[in-house]
T-cell receptor
Framework: GAGVSQTPSNKVTEKGKYVELRCDPISGHTALYWYRQSLGQGPEFLIYFQGTGAADDSGLPNDRFFAVRPEGSVSTLKIQRTERGDSAVYLC?????????????FGPGTRLTVL | QKEVEQNSGPLSVPEGAIASLNCTYSDRGSQSFFWYRQYSGKSPELIMFIYSNGDKEDGRFTAQLNKASQYVSLLIRDSQPSDSATYLCAVNSPKDSSYKLIFGSGTRLLVRP
């Protein structure tokens, strides 16, 4: 079946601009996560959705970052007033289960470059 | 101390050998443990998960968990050049209801033909 999809695959923007990154999880997966990965590092947690609500947004670095999942499926990560330090690969993952035993499957990621 | 620690490598093994990748974690309450493979320029791919102490085998891969010592390992038997990648260890965080994953920085594996 289809895996997690993310669009765009690459996004180049200028400092100060607004960007939206989209994630379409595996069909039927209720749990959705956003992570961010910098070169040479493992992914770092940003936000978790259980259904439509953001159950844990403790990883968002500041209030320029926001994410929504209005219908419990597709999610959009929004970054306002982008900064060069926001450049990274943004990964979305979904899981068929919530709780401790929740294998997470990643999408291909969106590489964001802020000039 | 990092929450999840891995040797960055590279770990270089000849084709056909056993590759042994190790990971330690700091939170004794962690309940689930994952190994992801990441090829250069690609996203992480889940290859193994383990929840109970002991060994879990799947094809050429064996995951080992020792909760008392707080370490997880991944063995790759009959290593192939196509196994060359970065292997990420991830541990769930029980402190949060999200059960988010905490990742190590990864170990780069090189399998020499």
């Amino acid at each position: 079946g289809a895996g997690v999809s993310q669009t765009p695959s690459n996004k180049v923007t200028e400092k100060g601009k607004y960007v939206e990154l989209r994630c379409d999880p595996i069909s039927g997966h209720t749990a959705l996560y956003w992570y961010r990965q910098s070169l040479g590092q493992g992914p770092e947690f940003l936000i978790y959705f259980q259904g439509t609500g953001a159950a844990d947004d403790s990883g968002l670095p500041n209030d320029r970052f926001f994410a929504v999942r209005p219908e419990g499926s597709v999610s959009t990560l929004k970054i306002q007033r982008t900064e060069r330090g926001d450049s990274a690969v943004y990964l979305c993952a979904s899981s068929p289960r919530e709780g401790a035993y929740n294998e997470q499957f990643f999408g291909p990621g969106t590489r964001l470059t802020v000039l | 101390q990092k929450e999840v620690e891995q040797n960055s490598g590279p770990l270089s093994v000849p084709e056909g050998a056993i590759a042994s990748l190790n990971c330690t974690y700091s939170d004794r309450g962690s309940q689930s443990f994952f190994w992801y493979r990441q090829y250069s320029g690609k996203s992480p791919e889940l290859i193994m998960f383990i929840y109970s102490n002991g060994d879990k085998e799947d094809g050429r891969f064996t995951a080992q968990l020792n909760k008392a010592s707080q370490y997880v390992s991944l063995l790759i038997r009959d290593s192939q050049p196509s196994d060359s990648a970065t292997y990420l260890c991830a541990v769930n965080s029980p402190k949060d209801s999200s059960y988010k994953l905490i990742f190590g920085s990864g170990t780069r594996l090189l399998v020499r033909p």
